[in-house]
């Protein structure tokens, strides 16, 4: 018999296993940090999650997509359940101006590239590599100033389009990038919206994407140190301007990248 359990958490960063968890925020593209009675396996929303270990007590790292309705919610550890709730949270609205009208409008001919593209990012955000234990304490992936614009919904020339799903760190053309934790590249290429885009698993459903790269100077299936460069800043696909889109996925849900961040 399945029991279930309900929990309420109040959590900041803290060592586990000699790393820093990621900041506990259970709101629509954030992450909920839950306490469970043992390392096994975990599913929230019929997906395998992220669970890390310490000395004495293990974690499941849920991350929470942009979509979630605020309200009660819960995962699956082992033979019980464990209820925890989402907390409603409200992202502004950002008006953007895109030179590129075709970078809004695609033509007929762009549609079947997006697709492909689309199917090959979802393919690697989908990844459960057990191979690798995630490093969750991120370092910046470049130096720069940072936006909130997380979760942002945006209005392109006056359209409304999906919300906006990674940090932007904007930085002059040619910023050296580095990965933030230790992964394995997954993904590479030169999309339509996201321009030269690399992928980086980081192990357990933990994959974070870096769009709008000047050179990218990695290879699929480089073995990546903390730390390591993998390319510039740029402004390829549909940019205002020079910076990076970095993006954090954990269970297949897109999430807030400063959640990861120890400086935050």
């Not at 395998?48 to 997509?65: D, E, Q």
């Not at 057990?130 to 720069?144: A, C, L, R, W």
């Not at 934790?181 to 690399?198: E, M």
């Amino acid at each position: 018999m399945i029991n279930k359990l309900t929990l309420v958490i109040v959590m900041a960063t803290y060592p586990i296993m000699g790393l820093t968890m990621p900041i506990h925020n259970p709101v629509p593209g954030g992450v909920a940090v839950i306490p469970i009675d043992m390392l096994e396996n975990a599913i929230f929303n019929g997906t395998r999650i992220l669970t890390l270990k310490n000395n004495s007590r293990a974690y499941a790292i849920v991350g929470i997509p942009l979509s979630a309705k605020p309200g009660n919610s819960e995962i699956i550890a082992g033979e019980r359940k464990i209820g925890f709730t989402i907390k409603k949270y409200t992202y502004e609205t950002q008006h953007l101006t895109i030179k590129n009208r075709r970078k809004v409008n695609p033509l007929p001919e762009d549609l079947k590239r997006i697709t492909r593209e689309r199917i090959e990012m979802n393919s690697a955000f989908r990844r459960f590599t057990t191979s690798i234990v995630p490093d969750t304490n991120f370092i910046p992936p470049v130096k720069g100033r940072r936006s909130s614009s997380f979760g942002l919904r945006r209005i392109l020339n006056g359209q409304p389009r999906n919300p906006h799903s990674g940090m932007d760190i904007a930085a002059p053309e040619g910023t050296p990038i580095i990965a933030p934790a230790n992964g394995i590249v997954v993904a590479l290429g030169n999309y339509f919206f996201n321009g030269k885009t690399i992928l980086i698993d980081h192990g357990y459903g933990l994959v974070t994407i870096y769009c709008h790269l000047e050179n990218i100077t990695v290879h699929l299936d480089d073995r990546l140190n903390k730390g390591s460069i993998i390319g510039s800043v740029g402004q390829t696909g549909r940019v205002t301007g020079p910076h990076l889109h970095w993006g954090v996925s954990l269970n297949n849900a897109r999430i807030d990248p400063g959640l990861f961040l120890s400086d935050e």
